[in-house]
Structure formats: structure tokens, C-alpha cells
T-cell receptor, first 113, second 112 residues
Framework: DAAVTQKPRYLIKMKGQEAEMKCIPEKGHTAVFWYQQKQSKELKFLIYFQNQQPLDQIDMVKERFSAVCPSSSLCSLGIRTCEAEDSALYLC???????????FGKGTRLTVV | GDSVTQKQGQVTLSEDDFLFINCTYSTTTYPTLLWYVQYLGQGPQLLLKVTTANNKGISRGFEATYDKGTTSFHLQKASVQESDSAVYFCALVSSNTNKVVFGTGTRLQVLP
């Protein structure tokens, strides 16, 4: 099985606080994706990195999030100012190259109170 | 752009029932088609994939056929078990955008 590691598994923040979650992609994978999932349903695409460079992201990420992959072995997703609607499961996934399937971590469950 | 449609939001079955989850896709490329399964408290995991039209993917009793004519990739299983209860996502890998495009998911509940 692929081994994408996400930390922490659970995160609780108050409104207005900053949040940060980390992802260690599968070794050798060059593409990293972040998704937001609410209530165990739809996977909402957030941002995509290829060889540590962000190639695509949604407007919400540009405006309120910070995401980097400073090395091929560590990426992070941050929320500058948490809001209630940010409560969700944040899933990181990676793939070996373009045009191949992705492998997911177990996610970081963020609760904003 | 590329898209994947799963019309069923929820499916409820009893053990040993036949499973059919609908999936259709739209793309101008020749995609790889995938099914992911997400069990409670976990991230999605790859269930099966097919890279060539008219081929069938089979895994753990589940199967799906890449039908280029009807642009469908429906998931089937002859006899479901309670342990199959999960959310199932149909997806395609787009060579246009180099992203995986997911359907909205179908929650399967299997009653004992």
C-alpha cells in the first residue's frame, strides 16, 4: 500500500487562529494534491503541486490559505485565519507522475470552534 | 472540461444483494478510469483502475468496464457484504490537466 503520511490527524482551532497541517508524500512521487472533504462526501480540489511547484489552485486557496512543498518529502497546507466553514477533513494525495492514479493519506480533521 | 457524474448519492442494500453504482464521464482525451473506496475514518484508497477502452477492472469482487461508447464506468458487485459499506468515488485521470477528476461519491450502506 502507498504510504502518504499526514499530521496531525486531528486539529482544533478557534475562529481567527492560524492552522497548519503537514503531508509527507509517497517516496518518489512528484505530484501532490490537497483536497477538502466535508461530511465524508465530495472531494473538493484545493491545490496541485508538480515537482514542488504549485501549478493549479482554487481562488479560496489563493485568498486564505498558504501551501508549500519545500522539499519532495514534505508539504504543508495552512489557513491564515480559520473560519467555521473551514471545519473539514483535509486530504493530501500524491502520484508518481502525471497521468497516474493518486494515493491518499488518512487526512487531518480540522475543527474550528 | 473533464467531468465525472455519479447520480446516486446514497445506495442502501442488504447483504448478498447485487450492487450497481452508476458513473459516467466526459472528456476529450483518452483517460484512465478509476474507482476509489473510502471507509469511515480513512482516506480514499484505490479500488480498481482501467487504462484501455473496453477493458474491465476487477478487484475484491468488484468490477467495472471502461465503455467508451456510452462513456460509462459503472461499478458492480454480485453480492455485497456489510463490510463493503463505504463511500465510492468514480474518477478519471485527465491528460489535459494532469489532475484526477472525482465524481461526487456514492455512499453505500449494507444492512446485515
Amino acid at each position: 500500500d502507498a504510504a502518504v503520511t499526514q499530521k496531525p490527524r486531528y486539529l482544533i482551532k478557534m475562529k481567527g487562529q492560524e492552522a497548519e497541517m503537514k503531508c509527507i508524500p509517497e517516496k518518489g512521487h512528484t505530484a501532490v494534491f490537497w483536497y477538502q472533504q466535508k461530511q465524508s462526501k465530495e472531494l473538493k480540489f484545493l491545490i496541485y503541486f508538480q515537482n514542488q511547484q504549485p501549478l493549479d489552485q482554487i481562488d479560496m486557496v489563493k485568498e486564505r490559505f498558504s501551501a508549500v512543498c519545500p522539499s519532495s518529502s514534505l508539504c504543508s497546507l495552512g489557513i491564515r485565519t480559520c473560519e467555521a466553514e473551514d471545519s473539514a477533513l483535509y486530504l493530501c494525495s500524491s502520484s508518481q507522475s502525471q497521468n497516474t492514479e493518486v494515493f491518499f493519506g488518512k487526512g487531518t480533521r480540522l475543527t474550528v470552534v | 472540461g473533464d467531468s465525472v457524474t455519479q447520480k446516486q448519492g446514497q445506495v442502501t442494500l442488504s447483504e448478498d444483494d447485487f450492487l450497481f453504482i452508476n458513473c459516467t464521464y466526459s472528456t476529450t482525451t483518452y483517460p484512465t478510469l478509476l474507482w476509489y473506496v473510502q471507509y469511515l475514518g480513512q482516506g480514499p484508497q484505490l479500488l480498481l483502475k482501467v487504462t484501455t477502452a473496453n477493458n474491465k477492472g476487477i478487484s475484491r469482487g468488484f468490477e467495472a468496464t471502461y465503455d467508451k461508447g456510452t462513456t460509462s464506468f459503472h461499478l458492480q458487485k454480485a453480492s455485497v457484504q456489510e463490510s463493503d459499506s463505504a463511500v465510492y468515488f468514480c474518477a478519471l485521470v485527465s491528460s489535459n490537466t494532469n489532475k484526477v477528476v472525482f465524481g461526487t461519491g456514492t455512499r453505500l450502506q449494507v444492512l446485515p
